[in-house]
């Protein structure tokens, strides 16, 4: 296949951009439509208490005002829990709009319809919400903690997820073992774009739904199933949206609410976020709480690791469990562990629900296990480098079997670790600090390394290729990108193999009207899965029109062949060829393939990221001096495309690392509710990335690609946590948590501890 | 909603209507209007009023009309006149917030982490306010009264703030967490009047007003060489004068900070500016900051 | 806009892109932001903060960069106001537009417009600004999705090519 994808590998221009840049792209909150209505939700500002009333009558009355609407008027299924083939668990339902019981602020009460969004938001304020306060349980240990106040009390404890992987005993045969007590705070995703929602009645009963989504076939099976009504008579459109990093992939009750409110009132009705609502009301990512510990030989060979891993739910076990399965599977990560003894605990709070943030799991887990290396390399006084190469998988070993039951596909772990640090220089960094630490510098100096494997490209998606007969070729793809350039990957592919101009090639996603089935975006699958999907179907367009050809030809299929230009000839006579547009008037319509491309082991991408950080001790202020990224994502269709994935996930990464924690008091009123309280890194804050690359192919696809969505944000957050640490490590410091703000620093400067303990509040 | 289109007509529509909030470049009203928290019964925008905008000079003190922007205050002259209030207008928010948010409108929010405030308070600045039956001048100590509250009267408006133009060498310094678009963690002004030989201190988001240091300011004044325009001063008398500002220094704490690392820091800054200041030369000119 | 100052309703005209638009019946708390994107049809700026931190909502009033969101639209009045719809004719982009997709300075693309005019009033009014210009200039224009490397990239051949250093 590789010789005829001409097109593969190159930084083609994103056929996307031109509506975005100049603003005539629309999003959800740029949708109109005659006699629309704006919807606003009445959200608990309690974070748990029994709901006493819902008092409707004054806000009804308001002018301007078409309805409101409480859990009672408006009876929906509670939302879709994860993952989907389990028993629901019906004590644990997350409602679309409140009953009985609130569980965190922001949570949806009822809801109110305005003529304008104005006369909605002035109703909402006059909704009655009478809510009875119940003690409040904000940290997941606490909740796990006997009499704590339970969320579900049906359910009889906050401990609604837990699995065992592996078997006691991890430790034994261990001639050392170092521990470590980390939190890996919560943060918020902060789309650009907040969610939002619209939908009307369309012609022939069908209800039509618009959403900031990342998934609009799943978003159709939940507003079918809410609303009763045959996924047929649902039609889901993701218009332009703007970024979703995970948080946009799963089912809102917004969503729910909003589509139930259309099919009710029969009218146009539009919901958008503002962005204080979306920071509460939009799922929150990480939130894990790890107690690690790690046993080695002297001359540190890993023999097993231990772990608990309590991931946070927030409020509702909805989405929560996409990152505790996921830091389960990769909690052994790019290293030779043989033992592993792990406990996953998912635990309820009275706090926004958690779900999948980019990365989902796997910054968790390799924040956790690149913490652990250092922590053995200070213990056995060995380079971290050095334990990191005596531990990594060798190219020999894979597939490989992992401990959590993964799988890995491929991989050279090493090479990506050695050219991360000829790009870094890593020795001169080395002596650079040396001579820093000699000098009675304020200003320390701390190199961070995270050796890195993560999981992608789980399930399947659908894609379809159609040459018409006036050459022009249509992609159908079930994927929904939303920032990715995927159209534009897909073309690529498209047009590389069927050797037509780029420009002919048009892309179809994001309806589930034009598009039969499909998935959609996340989990780093859409490039592999959908790209594989529209190749295959490629494939058999070609297989098609080579035999169309043969019989315009008048010759054998076997002798047939596509030449440079695209057009099929007979080996040999050049000549006499046929285009792929001429050969499908020829047949008399178009010349079309569908594909479902399965990979349900999915590909696991890898790297080496280093971070350089200054650190000012004296008021705790780091600077982040050097990004080093070096990513294995398999074939590479598009370079520009993967660099810029590979740019936003290391900003993630560093900004966790750095800036963000979404942050609650004591009563559960959340503190960070805009974007000057939650202060995500702006361009003032980031160094110029130095990427480089590897290049192992998966062979779980035949274009032998991996995902690179979320790897940034995997090695990039624990790279800069461990530079941090090396930094202040003159002092004693064996661990911080993440963000390192310079209060934070600066107390573990002032009170470090070689315990591997963070000085302070571990979990909040 | 009124748009007066001299100062004379602001004035009598402020006297007319003693509720209404005035608006400048609207980056504190029109975002607590925008969150719903204010609903204000008629408001008067000082837009396009031309006698607050700009800023003069008038004898040995500089004028800065209340409407003067902090993207004006980073421009030369001015800049080189006032430095660490150019400094400081630097760290506030970004390109849109700078070319928006006045003087006027820091001094009337009055927020402990009002970026201009510690300046005015070091360099000893007059707020000059006018209503339709006269104008007084406030010590700026004085005008901000506590958290969030000033000594505006009804019909008042700020008109202008009175600065001296002295050969002084002047220093802003802030901790916040992002490098921009911050809000203050803490932050020192310092201003070093080289006629009165006299070090000042302002310190900005370590109390409910912006505030004074004054026994580090005395130690500071002490060592600071006068004829030669830099400081002298041993590690040992530098960490005492870190210490004194981060007594004077009244924090709290909230989700933000401690009210223990924001004393720690303003003492950091406050040593640190007080090492880099630099007097200029009679001509104006400075020697390059370390 | 959630918020509203409660008085009359309001007529006036703006200037947006060399266009005269009557608002008639708006609230005087209006943003301008609201008025653009609900009042006069033009969606291009976004609302993504409400609180002049993103930039999302980047317009020129009378030249100068502002959050668009902050501006009380009745205070707009017979000013000039320039959107990301007035940078480039119909079906055209700018330099900056195109140095963008040559770039790969967009993802998603909802920062894009507010981004795109920033970038357009730094290199007017600094033709070859550092590094740390930039990145300063551009710092009130948050972008989640590209680390903003990409988008420096595209600056830096815009002030190139307008320099004559590229061709």
Redesign the interface.
Known sequence: MASSVTLLGHAVERSEDPPLLTGSARFVADLDRPGMLHAVFVRSQVAHGLLRSVEVAEAAAMPGVVAVFTASDLPLADLPEWPRGEPPRAELGRPCLARERVRFVGEAVAVVVGSTLSAAVDAAEAVTVDIEPLPTVLDPLDALAERAPLLFPEHGSNEVLRQLTGAAGALDGSEVVVRGHFYNQRVAPCPLEPNGAAAWPAAGGRLDCFASTQAPFRLRAAIALALGRPEETVRVVAPAVGGGFGAKGGVYPEQLVTAALAERLGQPVRFVETRSENMLAMCHGRGQVQEVALGARRDGTIVGLEATMVTEMGAYCWRGPVPFSTSRIMATGPYRIPKLSLTSIGAVTNTTPIGPYRGAGRPEATAMLERMIELLAAELDLDSVEVRRRNLLAPSEFPYAAPSGASYDSGDYSAALAKALALLGYEQVRAEQADRRQSSCATELGVGIATFVEISGSGSEYGAVRVEPGGSVVVLTGSSPHGQGLATTLTQIAAGMLKVPISTVSVVHSDTALVPRGVGTFGSRSGQLAGNAVAHAVEEVLEKARELAAVELEADPDDVVQLEDGSFAVAGVPSISLGLAELARRAGGPIGAEWDFAQESGTYPFGTHIAVVEVDTETGKVELRRLVAVDDCGRVVNPKIVAGQVHGGVAQGIAQALFEAVRYDESGNPLTTNLADYAFPSAAEMPAFELGETETPSPRNPLGMKGIGESGAVGAAAAVQNAVVDALSPYGVLHLDMPADPERVWRAVHEGRRDGQDPFSSSS | ?L?PASLDELLASVAADTRADL?A???DL??????????????I?V??VPELKSWYRSGDEVILNAALTYSEMMRPPLCELLPALAQAARTV?????R??GTIGGNLATASPAGDTLPVLAALEATVVLESAEGGRAVPVGEFIVSVKRTSLAPGEIIRSVRVPARRAAQEFLK?G???????A?CSVALVADAERREVHLGLGSVGPVPLRAPRAEELATSLFDWDEGVPRASEKELARLAELASEAARPIDD????AR?RR??VG??ARRAFERARLPDATGRRSVTP | MTGAIASAELSYELVVNGRHHDVNGALAGESLLYVLRNRLGLPGSKNACEQGECGSCSVLVDGVLVCACLVLAATAVGREIVTVEGLAGPGELSDVQEAFVENGAVQCGFCTPGLVVAVHDLLGRLPDPSELEIREAISGNLCRCTGYGRILAAIDEVRRRRLGELP
Do not use: D, K, W
């Open positions: 909603m748009v608006i470049g609207g980056t029109m975002v607590e209007v925008n969150f719903g928290r204010r609903s204000p019964e008629s408001v925008s837009a396009l928010g970004s390109p849109q917030i070319n928006a901790v967490t992002r490098n921009a678009m911050v809000i963690v989700h933000r900070s401690t690392y720690h820091a950091v800054c």
